[in-house]
């Protein structure tokens, strides 16, 4: 998104919800709760989600407020990690384990079985050894005024960032539109219900 | 602003992108919006893009300079397409921005702010913030300003034939 410098491409929500008094130590505790966290053992393929500070995704503590706050804009980032496997490389390497199984025993055909053996065997061994692919989606709430920036505009990394800012906050994203500028109700309603203008738009 | 978010119909967005190039062209970029926008230059700036109606793929992307004016661009549009973004570039008082608008949700992409001299990184994002609303408060002036156009009487006796010559025009280059 950029918060720091560079451009910013970002989209623009509503914060929907009640925010409690002494809002600032709350949402210490629930970003801490539901900060990013280093796995401790050896990972899959599963995703692993969390929110980070924006300064350094390896800084998951929020207990610096000044290092996430600077009011009115609590500023954090969702981290995800996923490790992937190269697909062709690792067919081409089940194909050389299966006939080297097949080579040991004279034999011809691995049975289903055991292939299936071979390739979690292989999965887990590349895995372990595997770095995650990092994305990070900045998120810039507006806690004073009730709105949020998300920096992307891709619906699944949008929506991964609203369910999770739910679950932290039991607040709502709710998408802006730009109607939401039209101030007038009935203009608003007669908008809505307009048919596309023929000038070779939408018609 | 109202209680619950109300979803801009496709066809108005890329209608809105339409009415504020005409518009831009017609007022030679200068636009007086409502308060608490003030005066604002506004131009087409180095991209272009169009997709065809009903449709959410971008079929026909303009880079460069000044591509509002080139044949591509009248191309596109007398072959029927709509325009999904629009690069603007914006002037209030002595700060200048440059952004897309995409889509009918009008996302603010590649929105690039002014410099600013800020002493330490918490206030860089308070600064570039209070920059990223001001952006929105135009965009809120422009939204206005095509509300009033398009709910008017004159939107289908006046307006659409003039866009429609305009377009035409183009087309006659």
Redesign the interface.
Known sequence: MG???G??????Y?VVGQVPQGWREAWRERLDAMAFREPTGTTGKEELEGWVQ??NLLDTSFSRM?RWL?DP?A?FALRVDKKTLPAKLFSATVEKRCEAWCAERGTEKVPAAVKREIKEQLEEEWLARALPRVTLVEV?W?VRDGWA?VGT?SEKACDRVRTRFHRTFGLEL????????????G??S???A?????????? | MSAEATPIPAHLGSELLLWLWWTSERLEGRFDLPAPAGTVDLWVDDRLAFRPPGDTKVTAVLTGENPAHTLEARAALAGGKVVQDLRIGLRRDDREFSVTLRGAGLDLVGLKLPQVLSESPDEAVVDRMFLYEEVVLVVAGIVERFAEARAAASWSRETVPAIRAWLRGREAG
């Open positions: 918060l720091w410098k451009a910013v491409t970002a989209r623009r509503r924006i300064h000044d600077y804009f500023v810039s507006n920036l505009t709710q998408p802006w539109s730009p109607l939401d500028f039209v101030e007038d109700a203009t608003r007669s908008l809505v307009s048919g596309p203008s023929a000038f070779g738009g939408e018609a």
